[in-house]
């Protein structure tokens, strides 16, 4: 329940769509500089109490939106995202600005380049206002563990936005942010989407370029956009998506207008209901919403049938191994030695190391660094790591049957609504297992998108994740159009 | 394989992985690691005789990735990506002595 001295959604405030926006700067009605500034005043007025931006790039903003303006001036064709206020999570490096990752091991990073996709936003005329506070290295589902503090959830500042993509999520619900940029890996931009009550897109992996994502675990990242409808979430994924020379595991699939696809009626897909995520754990009041979503797909025209995905519950233990192994090599390299925190107090290189870590890294982070280098040490490897590959292969090949009988298949995002602040934080293994119904698509490699699906009776939001086949995120937009145009 | 890790365990892989642990923390990392190695466990139920193992997904999409062509480029500029350096003499990151003579 919200808290007695505030009112629920104080906070909540749905932005305007790309499209409005981009119209009124273009005929002049409004000017992007203003835009922004008006994006920093609400900034400076919500942040102390949300905590979702970590640093602001002003200068760079301004700059952009200043000459957004001067082509306005000159009547020139404005690009797609002309003037629009972006907020971009820490764990994607924005040349000369911090990117912290959250995390006291980057603190006093300036990274010497862009990430691919935030140079994508820049190159279609968006606004870059910072960068957003998320789960240390990305590593969390509540946003707690930020080594800056965790991220309030807009609709009710005592409860968690989800994580580890909280800022992204919660900018946007708050409209501190029109879009944002966040990752998902295990969930990190499907749950806070479903928290916080906005749309965040899980892309195919390799669809969108990697290249400046500071690592977690590669054969499972991904970056994808926040926006306050699925229609702008959609255009978001065009212009961050397609093929980088920088990033060779990027697929040269061709990009879709996403937009245009979403705009198609969801009459005659098939749509698949797996009763695995519809079981034990799940809060019946998630379920009731989802089911009302369920029933307005079927009033959209959509065939709707069961399908089996049998392997569901091996998925999170699947994945702990996968994803912690793979973080343990990717953040080895933060060494103390050509970037990053140094521990002043080192008399050895050995002692280099792990001063520099031990004094760098948070809890979780050394929980997972452990837990993945013991599941790839020696005598291990073939029980823990090579059997949860073996395990994704079984997974993945459950999701790829279904897709052969139906277009999308729909679940609830998250067992449970937002949790409140330090509910869950003591005990890891429960904030894992509430990733149940995410890690599965995290493994397969398929898309998906959040889509907000009802609220619960106390007022919390429910998010329904609509999954579809690699490369089939117009299919998922298409019904995520649906669910979201029956809660007008 | 179910694991009973204990204090050594993680001491040893602390020491694999260049990360410390205080003593204050060694019991909640020993308890953490201890349930989510009882959970993984569970994963025993399956039989995956003869699955091969999955570690790229593209594999399964069917759309490949494309290699760039193997030429030479100019790297990040080096004066920046010194600047980052904790300690440098601008041409080589320093770190205490390796060897002691």
Known sequence: MPSDTEPANTFVETPGTLDALRGQIASGRIRAVDLAAGYYDRIEKLNPRLNVYLSLTRERAFAQAERIDAMAARGDALPPLAGIPVGI??????????????????????????????????????????????????????????????????????????????????????NMAVAALGTDTGGSIRQPAS????????????????????????????????????????????????????????????????????????AGLRIGVPAEYFGDGLDPEVGAAIEKGIEHLKAAGCAVRPVSLPNTRYAVPAYYLIATAEASANLARFDGVRYGYRSPRSATLADLYRHSRDEGFGAEVKRRILLGTYALSAGYYDAYYRKAQQVRRLLAEEFLRAFAEVDAIVTPTSPVPAFRIGEKAGDP???????????????????????????????????????????????????ARAVEAAQQ | MSARVTIEDVERVAELANVELTPEEMPGMLRDLNAILDCVAELNELDTEGVAPLAQVSELSGVAAALRPDRAGSPLDRAAVMSQAPETDGVFFKVPKVIER
């Open chain 1, 89 to 174: 999570k820490d764990v994607l490096v924005t040349k000369g600005a911090p990117s912290t990752a959250a995390s006291k091991m980057l603190r006093d990073y300036r990274p010497p380049y862009d990430c691919t996709a935030v140079a994508r936003l820049e190159a279609a005329g968006a606004v870059v206002l910072g960068k957003l506070n998320c789960d240390e290295f990305a590593m969390g589902s509540s946003n707690e563990n930020s080594a800056y503090g965790p991220v309030r959830n807009p609709v009710d500042p005592e409860r968690v936005p989800g994580g580890s993509s909280g800022g992204s999520a919660a900018a946007v619900a708050a």
């Open chain 1, 195 to 266: 928290f916080c009550g906005v749309v965040g897109v899980l892309p195919t992996w390799g669809r969108v370029s990697r290249y400046g994502l500071i690592a977690f675990a590669s054969s499972l990242d991904r970056i994808g956009p926040f926006a306050s409808n699925v229609r702008d979430a959609a255009a978001l994924l065009g212009v961050i998506a397609g093929h980088d020379p920088c990033d060779a595991t990027s697929s040269t699939a061709p990009v879709e207008d996403y937009a245009a696809e979403s705009d198609k009626p969801a």
């Open chain 1, 429 to 479: 293994l429960a904030m894992y297992l509430a990733d149940i119904y995410t890690v599965t698509a995290s493994l397969a490699g398929i898309c998906g998108v959040n889509v907000p699906c009802g609220r619960t009776p106390a007022g919390l939001p429910v998010g329904m994740q609509v999954l579809a086949s690699h490369f089939g995120e117009s299919t998922a937009f298409r019904v």
